[in-house]
């Protein structure tokens, strides 16, 4: 059973926009810290931002001021509205879940490609 399925990858320019969505089951939003995580070819995955259930959020240093991560609890999607892109932002883009309770569990979406080239 699929618990999370982001959506908006694509290709885009350097200095472009896009933004990524992550629709997660209700069950689990409420219940959950989010964020965004991201892979390139060859390296490791690496934290890009998340979000509280109460809306408190954490930036990589890489992208802050770029990046904007934000939840709508009533419909029970993530967002990553990414600005200024730039080549080294290209990689797979991963939802997270952390589960807090009633026990802690950890989701991943399928990820989607982001690809900024000219």
């Known amino acids: 059973q699929v618990q999370l399925v982001e959506s908006g990858g694509g290709l885009v320019q350097p200095g472009g926009s896009l933004r990524l969505s992550c629709e997660a089951s209700?069950?689990?939003?409420?219940?959950?810290?989010m964020g965004w995580y991201r892979q390139a070819p060859g390296k490791p995955r690496e934290l890009v931002a998340t979000?509280?259930?109460?809306?408190?959020?954490n930036i990589a240093d890489s992208v802050k001021g770029r990046f904007t991560i934000s939840r709508d609890n009533a419909k029970n999607v993530l967002y990553l509205q990414m600005n200024s892109l730039k080549s080294e932002d290209t990689a797979v883009y991963y939802c997270?879940?952390?589960?807090?309770?009633?026990?802690?569990?950890?989701?991943w979406g399928q990820g989607t490609q982001v690809t900024v080239s000219s």
């Open positions: 997270n879940a952390e589960q807090i309770y009633p026990s802690k569990m950890t989701y």
């Open positions: 209700g069950s689990i939003f409420r219940r959950s810290a």
């Open positions: 979000i509280t259930i109460v809306g408190s959020t």
